[in-house]
């Protein structure tokens, strides 16, 4: 079965550092996304992406963030400067024509 | 104000009883209703996707939407202990941001 598949698993930063948090989307799919869970809270939508441009962002999605699918099967989101804060999991998500979202395992997001 | 309202629990049911999930929403807009499961530390694992009122069944599991009251549910029949986990409504409009419930923790005991 196809699956989204997210990179690394885990990820350790400075703040103040940059990441990029990697995922392969479901091949055939044309819509992709980035949310971000903290612990304990609700799954938050970040940004959607399709056609290669931000189809919809959240407030959350602020200046820090950037999106990119640098090629045909990656799909990535870089925080600029990290802050204490975006410590959380972020779950990247694709879409098919049925509307039906599918969801990676996540990269757990650890900002000292 | 809150676009989607789930009760976080946490819920407690002994096997084989019939489990039943609640979110209400404020957006008359939203058109498309979904339940995902997530267990500890894992991604989301969509269960049921429905876009009209009324009920939608696969197995054990019935999804039911009423549109005019803004009220969505999950029934679960013959719980299993390995349907101990978080369950999420999220929903969205036309357009393509989800909106995601707080999530209710469930615990199925043997």
């Known amino acids: 079965e196809p699956e989204v598949t997210q990179t690394p698993s885990h990820q350790v930063t400075q703040m103040g550092q940059e990441v990029i948090l990697r995922c392969v989307p479901i091949?055939?799919?044309?819509?992709f996304y980035w949310y971000r869970q903290i612990l304990g809270q609700k799954v938050e939508f970040l940004v959607s992406?399709?056609?290669?441009?931000?189809?919809?962002k959240s407030e959350i999605f602020d200046d820090q963030f950037s999106v990119e699918r640098p090629d045909g099967s990656n799909f990535t989101l870089k925080i600029r400067s990290t802050k204490l804060e975006d410590s959380a999991m972020y779950f990247c998500?694709?879409?098919?024509?049925?509307?039906?979202?599918?969801f990676g395992a996540g990269t757990r997001l650890s900002v000292l | 104000q809150k676009e989607v309202e789930q009760d976080p629990g946490p819920l407690s049911v002994p096997e084989g009883a019939i489990v039943s999930l609640n979110c209400t929403y404020s957006?008359?807009?939203?058109?498309?209703f979904m339940w995902y499961r997530q267990y500890s530390r894992k991604g989301p694992e969509l269960l049921m996707y429905t876009y009209s009122s009324g009920n939608k069944e696969d197995g054990r599991f019935t999804a039911q939407v009423d549109k005019s009251s803004k009220y969505i549910s999950l029934f679960i029949r013959d719980s299993q202990p390995s349907d101990s986990a978080t369950y999420l409504c999220a929903m969205r409009d036309t357009g393509n941001q989800f909106y995601f419930g707080t999530g209710t923790s469930l615990t199925v005991i043997p």
């Open positions: 998500a694709s879409q098919g024509a049925l509307n039906i979202q599918y």
């Open positions: 091949s055939n799919h044309l819509y």
């Open positions: 957006n008359s807009a939203f058109q498309y």
């Open positions: 992406f399709y056609n290669n441009e931000i189809s919809e």
